[in-house]
């Protein structure tokens, strides 16, 4: 009978797509897909970690946990709680501030009916604040999954707001 590990934890789909990262990286450099990975089990558990699964992406890249710990709680989009199922990362950095992101922040607070860093009770929408997000041309801004919205005005907010599923 085989021995079960923390990196258990992994499903096959998301160690399949870790080992692609893997493979970019000489063998004894697998701390380097690190970021990858944590990207990739947070996914599989609905958009945040525990400490269960950066366990075991140190056990499945051969890593201390501290050194995992270290990356999960440096980056802003690794989440440490549940989170909506949009979860809204807003730009408040200064060519986004100058741009009018405040406007943007009270609009979503007033629209949502919370604010910063807090989830919808329907589960829908989580609003973060994020320091850049490397779009200052078209501030401000927001990104919601992969997708970064430009150049925002209340009206464009309530658009895309409603086009989510």
């Not at 989440?79 to 730009?91: L, S």
Request: glycine share 6%.
């Amino acid at each position: 009978m085989s021995q079960t590990t923390q990196a258990d934890l992994i499903n096959a789909e998301s160690k399949q797509e870790i080992d692609h990262w893997l493979a970019k990286y000489p063998d004894d450099q697998k701390q380097s897909a690190v970021m990858a990975a944590l990207r990739i089990v947070q996914d599989q558990n609905g958009g945040w970690l525990t400490t269960e699964l950066m366990d075991a992406v140190a056990d499945y890249l051969d890593m201390d946990k501290i050194h995992v710990y270290e990356v999960a709680t440096f980056y802003s989009m690794y989440e440490h709680k549940p989170v909506g199922k949009h979860k809204i990362c807003v730009c408040t950095n200064i060519s986004c501030m100058s741009c009018g992101s405040g406007k943007i922040v009270e609009h979503l607070e007033d629209k949502l009916n919370i604010k910063l860093g807090e989830t919808t009770e329907d589960k829908q929408f989580t609003l973060k604040e994020v320091e850049c997000l490397g779009a200052c041309s078209g501030a401000p801004m927001f990104q919601i999954g992969e997708h970064y919205y430009e150049n925002l005005t209340p009206e464009k907010i309530d658009e895309i707001l409603a086009g989510l599923k």
